[in-house]
């Protein structure tokens, strides 16, 4: 079975552009979620999608936007990037709500 | 929020060695999940434990949520040990420790 699918894998991008990026959940699995990692520290919750609704939402600002479309897919938005939005993007899915995550590998975004 | 710690920050370990890592969260939380991230960057999910004590090869876990806290057991360590091991605490959103980053040697 394919796990959590996430593109692109790597994204350079310049300041004041906008990015999307893209996750396939595992078949089956309802819910995603997005996270942030900057370099030392754990993922941060961004969003969480259960049923193609927001279900929850981290301290990001409005920059950051999500939906999760019929199949389960998910794409985040980022708005006028900023050098700090430099991270590893994580998307996660799960069965429910309280079900074990399983994460993709990532995408790697540099702002430049 | 809830805060949670995970201690020790930093462990080296020989080979065959076995260790106990440790996440204290400063309120109830709805689930506690365990993960290894590996040099690549990779999250595994090791663990999903609200309560009690589980058992995955040389890996255990255990949460007593009365007492806010999890610990995880890994037994005759290897060098794909290697890695960083996080804990999330689950209330209503996931929230991640700073992690303990492991180095086994051979």
């Known amino acids: 079975d394919a796990g959590v699918t996430q593109s692109p894998t790597h994204l350079i991008k310049t300041r004041g552009q906008h990015v999307t990026l893209r996750c396939s959940p595992i078949s089956g699995h309802k819910s995603v979620s997005w996270y942030q990692q900057v370099l030392g520290q754990g993922p941060q919750f961004i969003f969480q999608y259960y049923e193609k609704e927001e279900r929850g939402r981290g301290n990001f600002p409005d920059r950051f936007s999500a939906r999760q479309f019929p199949n389960y897919s998910s794409e985040l938005n980022v708005n006028a990037l900023l050098l700090g939005d430099s991270a590893l993007y994580l998307c996660?899915?799960?069965?429910?709500?309280?079900?074990?995550?399983?994460f993709g590998n990532g995408t790697r975004l540099t702002v430049t | 929020g809830i805060q949670v710690e995970q201690s020790p920050p930093d462990l080296i370990l020989q080979e065959g060695a076995n260790s106990t890592l440790r996440c204290n969260f400063s309120d109830s939380v709805n689930n506690l999940q365990w993960f290894h991230q590996n040099p690549w960057g990779q999250l595994i999910n090791l663990f999903y434990?609200?309560?009690g004590t589980k058992q995955n090869g040389r890996l255990s876990a255990t949460t007593v949520a009365t007492e806010r806290y999890s610990s995880l057991y890994i037994s005759s360590s290897q060098t794909t040990d290697s890695g960083v091991y996080f804990c999330a605490v689950d209330d209503s959103t996931l929230t991640f420790g700073k992690g303990t980053m492991l180095l086994v040697s051979p």
């Open positions: 996660a899915s799960a069965q429910g709500y309280n079900s074990p995550l399983h």
């Open positions: 434990i609200p309560s």
